[in-house]
Nanobody, 126 residues
Framework: QVQLVESGGGLVQAGGSLRVSCAAA????????MGWFRQAPGKEREFVAA????????YYADAVKGRFTIFRDNAKNTVSLQMNSLKPEDTAVYYC???????????????????WGQGTQVTVSS
């Protein structure tokens, strides 16, 4: 397991930008595929984006494709999500997650990820 801590959430107006980041503890961070998920009130946790160990492969939910960018810095043990053109429907708690079973992205399912951060709130006002 790896310990994950998110940061960077906040309140932003629609159309604005925000970056959330996740810091990982542990020397093996670079081996893991990483993902971002979000959960809005009354809704199930949903996949947002994922990135392979090398950063060469990225995957996005249709709802965020073209607006969000996931990237990682293995030297700093961080994975980040740059969110542009934010919409009120992007409001949610955002979680980063690690798939310690694989270095490539295997799934968009939350139950395939082993370690989770505590989440950071992102609120987009209209």
């Amino acid at each position: 397991q790896v310990q994950l801590v998110e940061s960077g959430g906040g309140l932003v107006q629609a159309g604005g930008s925000l970056r959330v980041s996740c810091a990982a503890a542990g020397r093996t961070f670079s081996r893991y595929a990483m993902g971002w998920f979000r959960q809005a009130p009354g809704k199930e946790r949903e996949f947002v984006a994922a990135i392979s160990w090398s950063g060469r492969r990225t995957y996005y939910a249709d709802a965020v494709k073209g607006r969000f960018t996931i990237f990682r810095d293995n030297a700093k043990n961080t994975v980040s999500l740059q969110m542009n053109s934010l919409k009120p429907e992007d409001t949610a708690v955002y979680y980063c997650a690690a798939d310690v079973s694989g270095s490539e992205v295997r799934s968009r399912r939350s139950d395939e990820y082993d370690s989770w951060g505590q989440g950071t709130q992102v609120t987009v006002s209209s």
